[in-house]
């Protein structure tokens, strides 16, 4: 069934909760004694609560909660049963509510998953060596900073995150998370994996064609050392070339004299799908393109689409949509609330982190839904998101009426305005504080 209405979406994800409730023992860390007894403070509630959190204190979030109701608990109550949560709890409900979605959009019959990695700033704890970082000098006696490093897999038609590992910030490994969501993958329809520089492995394409996923994956331009070097491609210029690579860890004279044909694999380059006795070559199927992308700028693509029903000019446009990744983002750490946790310890973080994405995702199926009337206007208008989230969050919490829900997006919109260009600003973020949030 496709949980089309808001109405249902709420539903859907109310009825999770409660069926988790129900078999609780499989999500707390004491079955026989946390959540066994009748308290104000259900297991539920714990994970309802856990959904609403935004960017203010606990306090303040918690009374909101309540209604302000007298005789609410206490906030070291709930402190005290998030505490009983398994950590998979929250990831879970996240994979359970997101796969319950159906009749998903497709381009030309494939999903399109884009896989991207974000650093989130958390509180700064020296003693914790697989978050702390150090900055590049550490002569000025500074403490550090400490960081969890957010894999994942966004479905860029629908808008929607379907898979999420989090990884410490110390020794992040981008390309191990993105093979280990590849292969717990249950999507059914056809996948085009869409992936930046950093993803261009042989592991990650063996990966991917043995699941029987179609890639498209930024690769180094020419000279960079990346992973083009030696291939059987032309020098310099435009082009578009199709190739069967033989990989081993073999050292024949047979091997090095077809370089062409051959790539040789040391034992610390990991491939899964390579072993010297039963399996000791792998062919992988890809083509490669270059083309220019500004007047002085080239880019490079990897990928297995067939050349006849893929040509360069369609392979552009299907890059271009992997921005939506960056976007989603943007707007998961500064709109859903990314970057305000409410705890210091990874374990409740993680629980805070998945809650953001189950909420994410919850918006978006029901803004996306919602028909934007296109008047004799200037523009194309889209709804305002940061707003629409906000109304979202209300209709979650049983503050706005379902009736009122779409005229309140519909009223709150934006205009489109394309080809808007700005320069990327990287500077480094610290976690937001506890002492200076507006309560």
């Known amino acids: 069934m496709f949980y089309d209405s808001p109405t ?19 999500f707390v860390k004491q079955p026989e004694k946390d959540f066994s007894r009748k308290r104000k403070i259900s297991f539920a509630d714990t994970i309802r609560f856990l959904l609403s959190m935004n960017g203010n204190t606990v306090p303040k979030e918690w009374m909101d909660y309540w209604d302000f109701y007298p005789d609410m608990p206490s906030v070291s109550a709930f402190s005290q049963q998030r505490q009983k949560l398994l950590p998979d709890a929250m990831d879970f409900l996240f994979h359970t509510f997101t796969d ?3 009749t998903l959009s497709t381009y030309r019959g494939f999903r399109l998953i884009a896989c991207d990695g974000s650093d989130l700033a958390i509180a700064c704890n020296p003693k914790d060596k697989e978050t702390n970082r150090r900055h590049n000098s550490i002569e000025r006696g500074e403490k550090g900073y400490n960081q969890l490093h957010l894999n994942a897999l966004y479905d860029l038609k629908n808008r929607i995150y379907i898979d999420a590992v989090i990884q410490p910030g110390r020794h992040p490994n981008e390309a191990q998370a993105l093979i280990e969501m590849l292969k717990r993958s249950k999507v059914q329809e056809p996948v085009l994996l869409i992936a930046d520089r950093g993803y261009e492995s042989y592991n990650i394409m ?8 179609k890639f498209l994956i930024r690769a180094k331009d020419l000279g960079s050392r990346g992973i083009l070097t030696h291939l059987p491609i032309p020098e310099d210029g435009t082009f578009d070339c199709t190739l069967s690579l033989i990989l081993t860890r073999k ?6 004299s077809q370089p062409h044909k051959y790539r040789f694999l040391t034992n610390k ?7 010297p006795i039963e399996n000791p070559f792998y062919t992988l199927h890809f083509r490669v393109l270059r083309f220019p992308i500004t007047e002085s700028t080239m880019e490079c693509i990897i990928t297995n689409l067939e050349e006849e029903d ?24 500064y709109t859903i609330g990314l970057t305000n946790f409410h705890a210091k310890k990874v374990e409740y973080i993680l629980q805070e982190i998945f809650a953001r994405l189950i909420i994410y995702n919850f918006c978006e199926r029901i803004i996306t839904k919602i028909v934007i009337q296109q008047k004799n206007r200037k523009y194309i208008y889209q709804a305002n998101f940061t707003v629409a989230v906000l109304i979202c969050r209300e209709f979650f919490s049983g503050r706005v009426p379902p009736p009122n829900l779409e005229a309140l997006i519909q009223k709150n919109i934006l205009p489109v305005r394309e080809g808007r260009k700005a320069p990327r600003k990287i500077r480094p973020n610290s976690a937001v504080s506890f002492l200076y949030r507006i309560a």
């Open 8 to 26: 249902m979406l709420k539903q859907n994800l109310l009825r999770t909760i409660s069926n988790m409730q129900e078999v609780s023992q499989l």
């Open 310 to 333: 893929f040509p360069m000019k369609e392979i552009k446009k299907l890059y271009e949509w992997r921005w939506g990744i960056e976007r989603s983002f943007r707007e998961l750490k």
């Open 251 to 256: 050292q024949t004279k047979e091997i090095k």
């Open 100 to 102: 319950s979605f159906s």
């Open 269 to 275: 380059t990991v491939c899964d799908f390579l072993d």
């Open 206 to 213: 063996a990966n991917a064609q043995e699941k029987g996923w």
